[in-house]
């Protein structure tokens, strides 16, 4: 493997794509805010859309088309983040704590 | 772009940059127990990505990745912060949980790792025949008006709902005004 | 600096929808003029509690007033409220002449109406500029300065002193109000008149102030009532209450004014109120400097000045208020207890009522309306 | 000569360029914003040091160096200190887009606005870390308020922005300055052609950008007499002194933007001499009166309350700005309906 | 509305514990500063300041003075009214050895700063007083400056 064209690779990106999931879904285990587990999310979410672009700059006939799928992802994401984080909010005023470990009591 | 002399090499350590800008971030975002460190890495890690989606011929998706995550997902994020009790606590769970638990975790993401990281390595991807479009701003636009207008149409619906929904779920504890 | 513990803490009264924390607005804070300490117990934005933390400049005048003479105290007077120091010592001189019968001449007695009525604009240009930075408006505060120096060239050269004078003397004066202080009055007087005009066109008018201010931190006049407010802050709750009228004093009964009063209450209102008062007070000195009579310009007044036993109040409308001294002597030669009744005293007490339920820069906005200043609520 | 014309070369020259160009700006901006107060406030302003106050710049910044660079205990420290580093960065970026003129430009790409919006977008983030890292209440208030304002004005602007995108079509800096050569009645201002209301986006995008920098009188980030100095509390020495010179450079672009978008960039006003280095002096002096107009508006207004701000745009700038939107694209798309019709 | 000087006499007559009542003194504003001067036991204060706020006065200042010869406090209530010339002054006195007297904030609620200030100065307790704090002095001022006997 020539070092110097390793951005032309699509290997790379699928693997770095592939830590971004692992990095993510660890934090989505081990973090025990709300908060902390959005932004695990978040990187899940990131890992996709790399993805999506990897492959549809190397593999894919229609260029536009993985760039449309991430932009989609994208305003899913914002649109996830605003909902849950107002969940949050909510949730805090309740319980006065974001940790999932006191959620769980699931009463009011 | 006419050449010049490393021009590789400076590309190649520009790229290796992005792509440790984007795991160190992920790493942290993930890691850090101070929520607004996490948030500052999920900012640093999006800045990493859209250099890669830069490097992916896309400079419109790495100004929108840009526009979209640190402008909008990590400010939203920063100000939930800002209205929640924002740091975790110390492990609270014995040092054994902890140590099991951590490794269980450790493991599953290891695992998915490896086996994304084999399907991609390993796939049997296939080039392309022919290109379709250029891939450029305006087939992007022209798609989305066209082929997709229908997702698009459903995912303004969907951000709309969202921020409505965001709206009455945040003011509903609110009794002042 | 802060811990963290201290970000969402307390005091919620049991209501868990509600996050309060405490903000500590001073003794050092830009708004705040001089050593003022509020202790606001804050909803984010939202003042749930506003208490003033005062005493930080306390000098105990009124033990000074105790261990020395009658004229020796006389200064003292001219410190309590640095910007109006003529209507302070004003008092203290006329409770003095009023408890020893001392007979003032008409010429000194226009000629403390004179310097009082400056003394009111330059105060009250002060506070204009004060509230206008406190509103984030930069410029005016030099223009006020500007307009103000020339009040303090004149009055510096009557008396010496730019700011805390020590003009009025038992049964008169220090010294004559000459020519050349007279022209330069008639002069200030015909500058001041289209200044006043361009900042009612420039800052009054201004669509920003006005939108900072109408509405905002509404005292009525029952409120003032309770509290004892007085000054621009009552007036501006429509009651035409002025000790010049009220307890006429000096030559006021033979001069023309208005009482402006807006009944509006709120924070515009007190503007207005004071924006107006500085335009009578220009009136005011343009009819003394027409009445004002040549003669002697200080009163027969015994060597040694012995108070006959009992209490005297003497009041006088001050810049911000009512401005009371009470003076109670057993005969001798010193004050057996002298009682500063000052108006921003009052008229801050009513802050911690009213600014319930205010945001914070509405809060200073009100805050900067009542014009306050400290070393007159600490003494 | 060739040498200098290649790729790295030329990026690197116009990287200094750009440091130069802001770092002078924002030195000799504050001078001017001294300067200019002082005129208006009938005062002289800073005149001792140096020809005639021209060396205060250079005494303030030396004077903010030798300060110690005090990291207050209970902050998140890291962050404090990354804070000035991350909000000097985006308009440094986005400096770049800007074409100075019709060969001076540091790189040309063709979602060029877009840049300038993401990078500027940063912003928010590095004023609220830097706020929320201190750890003080007040510039915890203040980074709140940051976010409000920012996240209220943004709408409106982009909308405007998308306004203006509809009548150019393209995103290329340059592309749409060339649109707009020919005289001032064919920069974007005066275009009532295409849109009678465009007088009226230029002032929304004009208070958009008063608002988006944080000057007076939406100063709120640092509303001294409410906040102390809001998020820059903590912050002293260099610290302060980068924040501060962020804030002008941020205001440089902002003009710039104004500039390019609606007053023709580098386009002469009457139409000839507008090539080369003129057009660098038509467009530095378009940028200029823009920024004195900030300037001016900064010593002449009281601040606005925090909520009226927040209506300001929610009730009216973001109504106008899409009626302005839908306006646009009806006028764009008459003639074709006409010309289906009839 | 505004009432005369002769219905405040009658009002301020009127008050009484049931041993001693009030004394009302018209007194000559020319010389005094005041119109109407009276004189009530401590337990009338809250009293004499119900009648005063009916009457539409707004509080002045509550004035302490040490008679230190008479063994005695005398606390002095000024009463000024916004919308007419009148003023009433109400004062009462105390033994030195137990200073202590019915807070009037309940009435008027600036008297809660004022009272506040004469509890610093003279260590006066008014009892019932929502806030009794040291006010103008430090928190851990111990002395009542303000006593004939205070030495610094």
Request: aromatic share 10%; glycine share 8%.
């Amino acid at each position: 493997m020539n070092l110097l064209q390793i951005h032309q690779r699509p290997g790379v990106y699928l693997v770095v794509a592939a830590v971004l999931l692992a990095i993510g879904v660890y934090g989505l285990i081990r973090r025990r805010t709300l908060i902390g587990m959005l932004i695990a999310g978040e990187l899940i979410f990131s890992a996709a859309s790399l993805n999506f672009m990897a492959v549809n700059r190397f593999f894919a006939p229609d260029p536009a088309v993985g760039q449309i799928v991430v932009l989609f992802i994208m305003g899913l994401a914002a649109a996830e983040v605003a909902i849950a984080l107002s969940v949050i909010i909510a949730v805090y005023r309740n319980y006065r704590s974001i940790h999932s470990n006191d959620l769980s009591e699931l009463k009011g | 772009m006419s050449t010049f002399p490393f021009q590789d090499a400076i590309l190649v350590a520009i790229f290796a940059l992005v792509v440790g800008v984007t795991i160190g971030g992920a790493l942290i975002a993930a890691l850090s127990t101070r929520i607004i460190r996490g948030v500052s890495g999920l900012m640093l890690c999006c800045m990493g990505l859209g250099g890669l989606y830069y490097f992916l011929n896309s400079p419109f998706l790495a100004l929108m990745e840009i526009l979209i995550y640190v402008g909008a997902v990590c400010v939203t994020i920063v100000f939930g912060v800002m209205l929640s009790e924002p740091d975790e606590p110390a492990h609270e769970e014995s040092r054994r949980h902890a140590v099991l638990w951590g490794g269980a975790a450790l493991l599953v993401s290891l695992v998915i790792l490896g086996g994304v990281a084999h399907l991609g390595l390993r796939g049997p991807w296939q080039e392309p025949a022919a290109r379709v479009s250029d891939g450029s701003v305006q087939a992007i636009g022209l798609a989305l008006l066209t082929t997709y207008s229908l997702p698009f149409e459903l995912i303004s619906i969907v951000l709309l709902v969202a921020i409505l929904g965001a709206l009455v779920i945040a003011r509903s504890g609110r009794t002042k005004e | 600096m802060i811990a963290q513990k201290d970000l969402i803490p307390v005091d919620n009264g049991g209501d868990p929808t509600k996050e309060t924390f405490v903000l500590n607005l001073g003794p050092q804070h830009p708004a705040a003029h001089g050593v003022l300490r509020v202790l606001l117990t804050m909803d984010g934005e939202w003042i749930q509690r506003a208490e003033p933390v005062i005493g930080y400049i306390h000098r105990m005048h009124e033990k000074m007033g105790e261990n020395r003479t009658w004229a020796k105290f006389l200064p003292n007077t001219s410190r309590i409220d640095y910007l109006s120091a003529m209507h302070y010592t004003h008092a203290f001189v006329g409770a003095v002449e009023r408890a020893a019968k001392i007979e003032v001449p008409v010429r000194a007695e226009y000629a403390r109406v004179i310097t009082s009525e400056l003394n009111r604009i330059s105060s009250h240009m002060v506070w204009w500029g004060a509230l206008l930075l406190d509103l984030g408006g930069f410029t005016p505060i030099l223009y006020a300065f500007d307009d103000r120096e020339k009040i303090l060239d004149l009055l510096e050269a009557l008396c010496g002193a730019r700011l805390t004078y020590c003009y009025y003397r038992f049964g008169g004066l220090y010294n004559d109000v000459d020519d050349a202080f007279l022209k330069g009055t008639r002069d200030f007087v015909a500058h001041m008149k289209p200044r006043l005009k361009m900042y009612r066109e420039l800052v009054t008018d201004n669509i920003i102030l006005r939108k900072r201010l109408t509405g905002i931190g509404p005292l009525s006049a029952d409120l003032c009532r309770r509290y004892g407010a007085t000054g621009p802050v009552i007036r501006g709750a429509g009651v035409a209450y002025d000790v010049r009228r009220a307890e006429p004093y000096s030559v006021y009964p033979k001069l023309e004014f208005k009482i402006p009063t807006y009944p509006e209450a709120d924070s515009m209102a007190r503007y207005l109120v004071r924006m107006d008062e500085m335009e009578q007070s220009l009136f005011i000195i343009e009819q003394a400097l027409d009445q004002i009579p040549t003669g002697p310009f200080i009163g027969k007044v015994p060597r040694v000045l012995k108070l006959p036993v009992g209490d005297t109040c003497y009041a006088v409308e001050a810049a911000r208020g009512r401005f009371m001294v009470r003076i109670v002597s057993d005969g001798k030669e010193i004050p057996y207890r002298v009682k500063l009744r000052t108006p921003s005293f009052s008229n801050l007490s009513l802050y911690e009522e009213a600014s319930k339920g205010m945001i914070l820069p509405d809060a200073l906005a009100m805050m900067g309306s009542l014009d306050l200043v400290i070393p007159d609520i600490d003494r | 000569m060739n040498f200098l014309q290649t790729e790295p070369i030329r990026i690197l020259l116009y990287l200094v360029g750009i440091c130069a160009f802001v770092g002078a700006n924002a030195a000799y901006l504050v001078l001017a914003e001294r300067k200019g107060a002082g005129r208006i406030q009938r005062r002289p302003g800073p005149n001792e040091a140096g020809f005639g106050g021209l060396l205060q710049p250079l005494a303030d910044g030396i004077k903010l160096l030798a300060k110690q660079v005090m990291v207050p205990p209970g902050t998140d420290a890291l962050l404090f200190r990354a804070a000035p580093l991350l909000v000097m960065a985006p308009p440094l970026m986005c400096l770049a887009m800007i074409p100075f003129s019709d060969s001076i430009t540091a790189r040309s790409l063709n979602v060029g606005l877009l840049f300038v919006f993401s990078f500027g977008s940063i912003n928010v983030m590095a004023l609220m870390l830097g706020g929320w890292a201190s750890r003080n209440k007040f510039a915890i208030i203040s980074s709140a308020r940051v976010v409000s304002q920012n996240v209220a004005y943004e709408i409106p602007m982009l909308l405007v922005v998308i306004t203006l995108l509809m009548v150019t079509g393209t995103m290329d800096l340059n592309e749409i300055i060339q649109q707009q050569g020919g005289g001032f009645w064919k920069w974007n201002l005066f275009k009532v052609w295409v849109n009678p209301l465009m007088p009226v986006t230029f002032v929304i995008f004009f208070i958009c950008m008063l608002a988006e920098t944080n000057r007076a009188p939406f100063d709120m980030a640092e509303a001294e007499s409410e906040l102390v100095a809001g998020a820059f509390t903590e912050y002293g020495g260099m610290g302060f002194g980068v924040f501060f010179m962020a804030e002008y450079a941020n205001i440089v672009v902002g003009c710039s933007l104004a500039t390019v978008l609606f007053l023709g960039g580098w386009q002469s006003p009457i139409g000839v001499l507008s090539g080369g280095l003129w057009g660098a002096g038509w467009f530095l002096l378009k940028l200029y009166a823009l920024i004195f107009t900030v300037i001016w508006i900064r010593w002449t207004f009281p601040r606005t309350q925090f909520y009226s701000l927040l209506n300001l745009s929610w009730k009216i700038l973001i109504p106008i700005s899409l009626f302005t939107l839908l306006l646009t694209g009806a006028m764009m798309k008459l003639p074709v309906v006409y010309n289906h019709f009839f | 509305m505004n009432p005369t000087l002769e219905q405040l006499s009658e009002h301020f007559g009127r008050l009484t514990t049931g041993t001693a009542s009030a004394v009302v003194q018209v007194a000559d504003p020319a010389l005094k500063g005041y119109h109407l001067d009276v004189t009530v036991a401590p337990s009338l204060v809250v009293e004499a300041a119900g009648v005063a706020d009916r009457a539409g006065f707004a509080l002045d200042a509550v004035t302490g003075v040490d008679w230190l010869a008479q063994n005695e406090m005398e606390v002095v209530y000024d009463y000024f009214h916004p919308e007419s010339p009148l003023r009433v002054v109400v004062r009462t006195r105390i033994p030195r050895a137990e200073p202590e007297l019915p807070t009037i904030a309940g009435v008027f609620a600036g008297a809660n700063w004022h009272e506040r200030e004469t509890h610093d100065f003279f260590g006066i307790r008014f009892t019932g007083h929502p806030n009794l704090k040291p006010f103008l002095l430090p928190e851990d001022a111990t002395f009542h400056p303000l006593l004939k006997d205070y030495k610094p």
